[in-house]
């Protein structure tokens, strides 16, 4: 910090520096009251007008405070941080806040700065927050449901002009429990940066039920429907196996999401149960599919299953 008297004197004004505070800021139990308030002082800290060292006061025999003004500003969002990729949202305030008081619900992700219209998210409870103790700055990981949900669209989330946030009274709280100040839905703070996604969608699983004739598909993302190329997809036998049956007469049915559903015609049907080795069993029912037989909202394209790397259905 700097001194801020302009004239010698018995008292001394010292400015803490803005680092300095928000360190103070973070420590829980510290310069709230009296009793957790001390000071202890170098023999350098200061001269008399005699250019004297002063007595020093050590740590071990510190100073009481004779008085604690508490701080009673409410810490603002300053600016935030999006990574689709990650699914996480990094906030900056301009004071230490305690994480554990985190509303997520309190936070709402906007594709406009005016309004809190479709698209938009109420982030919700269940993701992780890091670090977990006080401070300026935290990351926290939207829930797999938000993800989707944000990966759902292709004008929200996926620059700084479509990512806005609002906050409501309380959202999260500093050290001595003051709330953070609201952002209006009507004027949301916009994204200082956002990072696209750029990792491609991947399988996680699949079903396929021949009762009901459907490849029942899950995926690690959202994946944009339409973008479905069945004549890529792959049904066979072992990991890698050179007994394969490649769809050629079924389409996809439902909406975009992390799951899909490829109806298989009736000519697919007949022709993997014609192969007599093929899905007759688990063990024997394996999926591989190209590169880009199906794509994220985004356009990014699947890297695909190569022979010998088949996924065995669930």
Do not use: H, W
């Not at 510190?62 to 949202?89: C, E, K």
């Amino acid at each position: 910090g700097s001194y801020n008297s302009t004239t010698n004197d018995y008292t001394v004004v010292v400015q803490i520096t803005s680092t300095d505070l928000n360190v103070i800021k973070a420590t829980p139990n510290m310069c709230i009251f009296p009793n957790n308030t001390y000071l202890a002082l170098g023999a350098d800290a200061f001269t008399n007008i005699a250019n004297i060292l002063i007595v020093p006061i050590l740590s071990s025999n510190a100073r009481q405070a004779a008085a604690v003004f508490p701080d009673i500003t409410r810490p603002t969002l300053q600016m935030f941080y999006f990574n689709l990729s990650l699914g996480a949202i990094t906030l900056v305030f301009d004071k230490a806040v305690k994480i554990n008081s985190f509303v997520p619900s309190s936070f709402t992700l906007q594709s406009s700065q005016s309004s809190p219209s479709s698209p938009s998210l109420v982030l919700s409870s269940g993701g992780i927050s890091t670090p977990s103790d006080s401070t300026r700055m935290f990351t926290y990981t939207l829930t797999q449901g938000d993800i989707d949900y944000v990966k759902l669209y292709t004008n929200f989330g996926t620059n700084v002009n479509n990512t806005y946030i609002s906050v409501l009274d309380r959202g999260i709280l500093d050290n001595v429990n003051n709330p953070v100040k609201p952002i209006s839905s009507g004027s949301a703070l916009q994204a200082s940066a956002v990072y696209p996604d750029i990792i491609p969608p991947a399988l996680s699983s699949f079903t396929l039920n021949f009762n009901t004739g459907i490849l029942y598909l899950n995926f690690s993302e959202t994946v944009n429907i339409s973008s479905f190329v069945t004549s890529r997809f792959y049904i066979q036998d072992g990991a890698f196996s050179n007994n394969f049956y490649q769809l050629n007469a079924s389409v996809t049915s439902s909406q975009s999401g992390d799951t899909a559903q490829i109806i298989l015609g009736s000519a697919d049907l007949n022709g993997i149960k014609m192969t007599t080795t093929i899905a007759t069993n688990l063990s024997t029912a394996y999926l591989r599919f190209d590169i880009g037989a199906f794509a994220d909202m985004s356009g990014l394209p699947t890297y695909g299953l190569s022979n010998g790397l088949a996924q065995k259905a669930a």
